[in-house]
């Protein structure tokens, strides 16, 4: 009997490191340029669906479409910050919150003209092979997609600590006025940190669309579940929004499996709320 809960704790662990990489986008972003994304969601479903226009179009399996996809969504991030957000940096949250939420709208009806209400599926080839490991039987989808999570957040891990660029964003993010003072281009650098949390929603939606399918109503969903994940693992905090993504995962499976899969929210709210209450700061976050 316990195999079968380690089967569903597994395939927990396996969506939540995809979640993870579409939450670290939100973390990189709000840890550096501290403007909350609240269209974060919104742009996985974009790349939910870019994907699924490829496999469609072109039979591009979407674990090679992430690589294109990232670039794609880097510039849009990029002009996005440099032209429409750089201006709000500074100013009062509700300004930047509504001009967010309004991107977010936008978003989704354009996906509603575009595609329709009904969800788009993607069938691989492989789509329902699985992996026997022992007493483990998972999801042949699902490990590629968490594999690949995890290649895109160590790459990320490793601009951050080993290239100048990097260093320099850091810098950003831990002093503003004094990365100012030496001469850094502050707004560029909120620009590439804003393409690099697009390159990783972007990345997170091609994987997504490999395990769910993608519809438009799941973009408020989406980013709700960013946030949720980031408050725990700790805002800014790029590690936290990986154990986060896990915890959030592999709560999600064991309440759809234990009780019933509309159950899976109120779940991931409790971890929330308990995380708030014994550690407000997020479990991998800093006291302020």
Request: glycine share 12%; charged share 10%.
């Amino acid at each position: 009997m316990w195999s079968i809960y380690l089967n569903v704790a597994v395939q927990g662990v396996l969506t939540g490191l995809v979640y993870g990489l579409m939450a670290l986008g939100l973390s990189v972003i709000f840890g550096v340029v501290r403007v909350v994304n609240f269209a974060h969601g919104e742009f996985a479903v974009v790349a939910m669906y870019a994907a699924y226009a490829l496999f469609t179009a072109f039979r591009l399996d979407p674990l090679w479409a992430l690589l294109p996809l990232a670039a794609l969504f880097f510039l849009v991030g990029y002009g996005l910050q440099a032209a429409l957000i750089n201006p709000f940096v500074g100013r009062p949250e509700h300004e930047q919150f509504i001009l967010l939420v309004g991107v977010g709208i936008i978003i989704v009806n354009v996906l509603l003209i575009a595609f329709g209400p009904d969800s788009r599926p993607v069938n691989l080839s492989y789509g329902f092979d699985s992996y026997e490991i022992g007493p483990l039987i998972v999801d042949k989808p699902r490990v590629f997609a968490a594999a690949a999570a995890i290649a895109v957040a160590a790459a990320l891990f490793w601009f951050f600590r080993r290239t100048r660029t990097g260093a320099a964003i850091r810098a950003c993010a831990d002093n503003l006025v004094g990365a100012g003072v030496v001469g850094l281009n502050v707004k560029r650098l909120f620009a590439l940190t804003f393409g690099l949390g697009l390159a990783c929603v972007g990345a997170a939606g091609a994987l997504l669309v490999t395990i769910a399918d993608a519809a438009p109503s799941l973009g408020p969903a989406y980013t709700l579940l960013a946030f949720i994940i980031v408050i725990i693992g700790g805002l800014g905090s790029m590690a936290g929004a990986l154990v986060g993504g896990v915890l959030i995962g592999v709560s999600e499976a064991l309440a759809g499996f234990l009780f019933a899969p509309s159950m899976k929210s109120m779940f991931s709210f409790a971890l929330l709320i308990a995380v708030l209450v014994l550690r407000p700061q997020g479990l991998l976050g800093q006291r302020t």
